[in-house]
């Protein structure tokens, strides 16, 4: 394999192993709030439990989530040098932001979040939460809008840079709003809600499952029934708006992720399909006529762009697009679904008792994390050919002086590394699971209303 594909496996695999962590950091810290503040509110040493029990778990996320996050900052010098220069301005200001509001704000206060219990007020200890939980959500502002950037180009200029070019900032605020930047926030933050909402439902299930720490597993599971019903609700209308700033901005991604070719007509809607890439249409599919039509501009007629308009050379991998979006909207609306049904059965005093029910939400917690990696994918193999979008090409953007061997050496020790901690992460997150939390009074009763 050539330097190029090596160095995107490269970049793949780091960055998809590290967004494993920060969606369930961010989704836990809100969680954590609410448990808190409910413990602040009511004195009840079940909830002071539930709090100190999870602030656990996260603190063993958000360790893993820096030491990967690490790696994959020095790969843009490593394998990425061409991209680096030509977006370095850019990227500076933005994770320049991160650092100092987010990470700054989110590990400064985390001492006093995992050790701080009986050492600082209750109040104090609660600010520390909120801080730690603004920190981790300013940190996905501050990434999303770099990344948003690469999609939709603003508020730049373009200028001669030695032997090469480099965008340079001309209006932080509109790098910042950039067309699509806000629609993929929020769309981002709702899916990391929902994946730590599904961690606690899943935690929770296999107590009760178990017959053990029932009170504690039943009060966890009603505050993320309610977290994830908003996440995965959410998911849907962000998603939506999000699609549509991709009809406007970036045609050619649209296009693939629906597989319509047509250079200039109406577009159906796939159920599912797969896309002959040769012949140019999407075979065994089940679709929706002229629906993507009527969902983008409200008109069952109105034309769509399609990937003829653009040459062979300026499309997307198609089926790849195609089959990751179709996944992740399956898995998106079977995640409302799981999540609506779970916080009716409770309405009805029945969900306890479901243990069918229950057995799904202990597996569930794979469902967000699957929707998350696979709309990744979607926004940037849907980008391609373009690291940053019609301004610099993926094939230009690599270190020109790696050779193959090095790449490929790299990319066996990440694999190899990050096996051993992802075997570490899953060891240590079962023992805090199987431990659970501190018995006390509050448990003494089997069954909590």
């Keep these: 394999m050539d330097v190029l594909l090596l160095s995107r496996l490269q970049f793949a695999l780091t960055i998809a192993f590290h967004y494993l962590f920060p ?14 503040a409910a413990y602040l509110k009511t004195k009840s040493p079940l909830y002071r439990r539930m709090t100190r029990f999870w602030v656990g778990v996260f603190g063993l996320i958000f360790a893993m989530g820096v030491a990967t996050g690490i790696v994959m900052e020095f790969q843009f010098g490593t394998n990425w040098s061409t991209y680096s220069r030509f977006v370095g301005d850019v990227f500076g200001s933005a994770l320049a932001a991160e650092g100092i509001f987010a990470f700054f704000l989110e590990s400064g206060f985390l001492a006093i979040l995992l050790f701080g219990w009986g050492k600082v007020r209750d109040g104090t200890h609660f600010l520390a939460t909120v801080l730690v ?9 501050w990434i999303v809008v770099a990344n948003s950037w690469q999609q939709t180009p603003a508020g730049h200029h373009i200028v001669q840079h030695g032997e090469g070019v480099r965008a340079e900032i001309t209006d932080f605020w509109a790098l910042v709003f950039n067309p699509s930047s806000m629609d993929r926030l929020s769309h981002v933050i709702l899916g990391a809600w929902q994946a730590g909402a599904f961690l606690v439902l899943s935690v929770g299930a296999y107590y009760l499952l178990k017959h053990r720490h029932e009170d504690f597993a039943k009060a966890s599971m009603k505050i993320a029934l309610v977290v994830a019903v908003i996440g995965s ?10 699609a549509l700033g991709v ?33 140019e249409q999407v075979r065994y599919g089940v679709k929706l006529p002229r629906m993507l039509s009527w969902m983008v501009h409200g008109d069952r007629q109105r034309a769509i762009v399609g990937l003829s308009a653009f040459a062979r050379g300026d499309r997307p991998p198609v089926n790849a697009v195609f089959q990751a979006y179709h996944a992740m909207v399956g898995i998106g ?25 229950l057995g799904v939400f202990v597996i569930a917690v794979l469902g967000p ?8 994918l979607v926004a940037e193999l849907g980008r391609q050919p373009w690291v940053v979008y019609n301004l610099l090409r993926t094939s230009d953007a690599f270190s020109p002086v790696l050779s193959s061997s090095d790449v490929a050496a790299s990319l066996v ?16 997150l079962d023992h805090k699971i199987r431990k659970g939390p501190a018995d006390g009074p509050a448990e003494s009763g089997r069954h909590l209303a």
């Design 23 to 36: 969606p369930l950091s961010i989704g836990l810290g809100v969680i954590l709030v609410i448990m808190e």
């Design 133 to 141: 939980c603004v920190g981790a959500h300013f940190s996905a502002v």
């Design 233 to 242: 609700v959410g998911q849907l209308v962000t998603g939506h708006s999000s």
């Design 247 to 279: 009809a406007e901005n970036q045609p050619a991604k649209l296009a693939a992720m629906e597989g319509h070719y047509a250079e200039s007509a109406a577009a159906d809607l796939y159920m599912f399909g797969w896309v002959d890439e040769q012949a």
């Design 333 to 357: 609306t079977g995640l409302i679904g799981l999540s609506v049904v779970g916080l009716l059965m409770w309405w009805r005093g029945a969900l306890w008792r479901a243990r069918w029910l």
């Design 369 to 376: 994390q699957a929707a998350n990696q696979l709309g990744w």
């Design 413 to 428: 020790m990440f694999l190899v590394v990050y096996a051993l901690l992802f075997a570490l992460f899953i060891y240590l």
